[in-house]
């Protein structure tokens, strides 16, 4: 039985529900009248069960889908506006004892250049992302008990906070490693971070089992309950994501929302972000050699029915994906990407040698930081370095109310355009400031509150004259 209170993975991520949902699906997705009511269901902003999701997903009358695309549209815009938040992984280790098969880090592979940045290394990194613009990290590394220790993890994160180079700063360091114990997800608390994130790979057991033949990763409940552990240690903004490509996309489709609806009813709040990662070409991995692949025109349905079934939770796309990819899904959902990344082991103070190679991943948009803020504002998008929330409190169930009421917009609005400030002072290049500063001046009518909308100005102006720093609502 299906039982989205349970904290034991096979009640709440359920194979036969899931069965059960992808069949009724299928035998829906022609059902013009039911389509129609979860389309009016979705317009209340309220979100949708998995299966009515599903239904979204299958549904294959274009002018349903083409409704679908624009009410995402419309929720994204609601809910987040114009904003886009920027972040940057940060690679601290890529030694593993894993054996997964689509990860270039797994144990087998001889030939990647195994890497573990020193703190001193830590630093350098660190202070060339902050000279990039970066205020926001994700922390990433492989599984090794021995070398990728909780102590080295948390002295990391001191570290990070610690560095003040000019005017930069990370004001908040969010984290992807392996799951752990309700212990270690507290220490992880305690110090600090942000959104504890885990991608699922794939919600299918039997798949999950193969594709993670050895190595701790093997354990599927273990992995897959890692997220109600991180929420009984404090943690209460939490990141999902699968990897498309592995498994069957409508399984994982569904999957994925059985999990944000268990977070729900178990914990009071779903999961702070979800990712949308595809399978890409790494070192030693073809992406080929799977057969699940996405092409772009489902990648894209798959977005806007996330976006239209969790209307408050973030979504995140990464360099995996090119410009192109990049433009339509941030229409259709997307609210957070990265830019000017590295997916290697160090790689942001110099570039790595040839014969070093430790990426986890191709990255698909090399563009600069600068590159990708000033394609933003063109296209009307404020690029947003704002961590204000994670520092004021407002997580979890918190950041959840303010969401679903609508008055986060007078906190986020605000905190975007001093933070656009901040960078384009400090940062843009003369090109990406000239047309900073015509959307700011635009956009500074946006903000709701008069009374907001004044003290904004004022901070706008410290920023420019006094050079003053970190504002915040």
Not at 32 to 44: F, G, H, Q, Y
Not at 105 to 119: D, E, F, G, P, V
Not at 215 to 242: F, N, Q, W
Not at 360 to 387: A, G, K
Request: charged fraction near 30%; include cysteine; charge should be negative.
């Amino acid at each position: 039985m299906y039982d989205v209170h349970s904290k034991h993975a096979e009640d709440f991520i359920n194979h036969e529900e899931i069965l059960d949902t992808l069949a009724y699906a299928e035998a829906n997705k022609h059902n013009a009248e039911l389509i129609d009511l979860i389309i009016e269901k979705a317009k209340k902003r309220k979100g949708l069960s998995h299966r009515e999701a599903a239904v979204l997903l299958d549904c294959d009358i274009e002018e349903k889908n083409q409704e679908i695309y624009k009410l995402a549209q419309q929720i994204k815009k609601d809910f987040y506006g114009n904003r886009i938040v920027m972040f940057a992984p940060l690679y601290l280790s890529n030694y593993c004892v894993n054996g997964c098969t689509y990860c270039p880090y797994h144990m087998k592979n001889k030939h990647i250049a195994r890497k573990q940045l020193t703190q001193e290394e830590i630093k350098r990194e660190v202070i060339a992302l902050q000279d990039m613009g970066h205020k926001r990290l994700a922390l990433e590394a492989g599984e090794d008990p021995v070398r990728n220790t909780m102590d080295y993890y948390l002295k990391s994160i001191e570290t990070i906070y610690s560095i003040k180079h000019k005017n930069g700063a990370i004001r908040r360091v969010n984290i992807n490693i392996a799951a752990t114990t309700v212990d270690n997800y507290r220490l992880l608390k305690e110090a600090g971070i942000g959104t504890y994130i885990l991608f699922q790979e794939t919600y299918h057991k039997e798949s999950y089992l193969e594709l993670h033949p050895t190595g701790p990763k093997h354990d599927y409940d273990y992995h897959t309950e890692a997220m109600d552990r991180a929420m009984e240690g404090g943690i209460d903004d939490v990141g999902l994501g699968v990897l498309f490509g592995l498994d069957k996309y409508r399984y994982e489709f569904s999957g994925l929302l059985m999990h944000a609806e268990h977070l729900e009813a178990a914990f009071g709040v779903g999961p702070h972000t979800i990712s949308v990662p595809r399978l890409k070409h790494a070192d030693d991995i073809d992406p080929d050699a799977f057969d699940n692949g996405i092409d772009d025109d489902i990648f894209a349905k798959i977005i806007a029915c996330i976006r239209i079934a969790v209307p408050y939770t973030g979504m995140i796309i990464s360099t995996r994906e090119n410009q192109a990819c990049r433009e339509k899904a941030l229409k259709l959902g997307i609210s957070q990407i990265s830019g000017g990344s590295r997916t290697s082991v160090g790689g942001y103070s110099e570039p790595e040698p040839e014969d070093e190679k430790s990426e986890q991943f191709d990255v698909s948009d090399t563009r600069t930081l600068d590159e990708v803020v000033h394609w933003l504002m063109e296209m009307d998008y404020i690029p947003s370095f704002c961590t204000a929330c994670y520092r004021e409190g407002r997580t979890g169930d918190r950041f959840m109310a303010l969401c679903k009421s609508g008055q986060i917009q007078n906190c986020c609005h605000p905190n975007a355009l001093m933070t656009l400030e901040e960078y384009l002072m400090d940062y843009a290049s003369p090109a990406t400031k000239a047309l900073g500063d015509k959307l700011i001046d635009k956009e500074i009518l946006n903000v709701p509150n008069l009374k907001a909308r004044g003290i904004v100005e004022e901070n706008l102006r410290l920023i420019r004259e006094n050079n003053r720093r970190d504002f915040r609502f």
